[in-house]
């Protein structure tokens, strides 16, 4: 399968909460290579690929987070106007739901991004057939 690994966790809301994520992962030679955090009132939810999921997976869980982690897609979005339209339109109409999205980090002069949808099967076998580019664990060296 064309994946690579999410981890998600669940943090208060509060100054300092992303820090300390950043700090603990930094300090054990983990780089975070795409990232998304929602806040919603005193909580938030981080979510992120690391060039390293695995060591992130150990490093988090044994400083006691309780974490989650997630097959998502990381696809090349071809850089014109309506060009996210490219990844967008063959998913909707394969019916298959983006369920969030959200850019990677430094990856050069393409646009990566990672996606969240209700079918990871699906879509990528749509986004295969439709010529978008998907990158496996070559993201993690990227």
């Known amino acids: 399968m064309n994946t690579v690994r999410q981890i ?3 943090l208060k809301n509060e100054p300092g909460g992303l820090s300390e994520v950043s700090d603990l992962l ?3 030679g983990i780089n975070i290579i795409a990232i998304y955090f929602k806040a919603q009132g005193k909580e938030g939810r981080l979510q ?3 060039n390293d999921p695995e060591r ?3 490093v988090m869980k044994s400083a006691g987070y309780n974490i989650d982690v997630t097959d998502v897609i990381a696809c090349v979005v071809p850089h014109h106007p309506g060009g996210l339209n490219a990844v967008l ?3 909707r109409n394969a019916s298959i739901n983006v369920e969030y999205i959200y850019p990677c980090l430094g990856t ?3 646009t990566v991004l990672i996606l969240g949808v209700d079918s990871v099967s699906g879509a990528l076998k749509i ?3 439709n010529w978008i580019r998907l ?3 070559e993201l993690y060296h990227m």
Request: proline letters at 4%; glycine letters at 20%.
């Open 8 to 10: 998600g966790h669940s």
């Open 26 to 28: 930094g300090a054990n």
């Open 48 to 50: 992120f690929v690391a």
């Open 56 to 58: 992130a997976i150990n």
């Open 89 to 91: 339109k063959p998913l």
């Open 108 to 110: 050069g002069a393409m």
């Open 127 to 129: 986004l295969g057939e």
């Open 135 to 137: 990158i496996g664990e």
